[in-house]
């Protein structure tokens, strides 16, 4: 069991970056491979990144290869979320979230934090 607690969210500029971190607390923080997604109004929860249990695997979504780097420090229960380039498409609530099975499907996911709002300016 993890309870992860979001925080980094802010109002930023089209091209300005930020970093999410998202602690969880929990002595089983490693058994969880750990997920963001990210929820924009009136749209459905949608995949971001994801990292395994150990940190060795990777996977992102296809919107945001090249401007997001998802990492985890095991030694401190916390995964980061570092946003670069935004844009004002990036604008949403992004939750963090562990799960036992490798997957992009937020329904495979059963640890949710409370999220945190990012806004991108134009």
């Known amino acids: 069991q993890v309870q992860p607690v979001e925080s980094g969210g802010g109002l930023v500029q089209a091209g300005g970056s930020l970093r999410l971190s998202c602690a969880a607390s929990?002595?089983?923080?490693?058994?969880?491979?750990m997920g963001w997604f990210r929820q924009a109004p009136g749209k459905e929860r949608e995949f971001v990144a994801a990292?395994?249990?150990?940190?060795?695997?990777?996977d992102y979504a296809d919107s945001v290869k090249g401007r997001f780097t998802i990492s985890r420090d095991n030694a401190k229960n916390t995964v980061y979320l570092q946003m670069n380039s935004l844009k004002p498409e990036d604008t949403a609530v992004y939750y963090c979230?562990?799960?036992?099975?490798?997957?992009?499907?937020?329904?495979?996911?059963?640890?949710w934090g409370q999220g945190t709002q990012v806004t991108v300016s134009s």
């Open positions: 979230a562990g799960t036992t099975t490798w997957s992009r499907q937020p329904a495979t996911y059963g640890y």
């Open positions: 990292i395994s249990w150990r940190g060795g695997s990777i």
């Open positions: 929990g002595r089983t923080f490693s058994n969880y491979a």
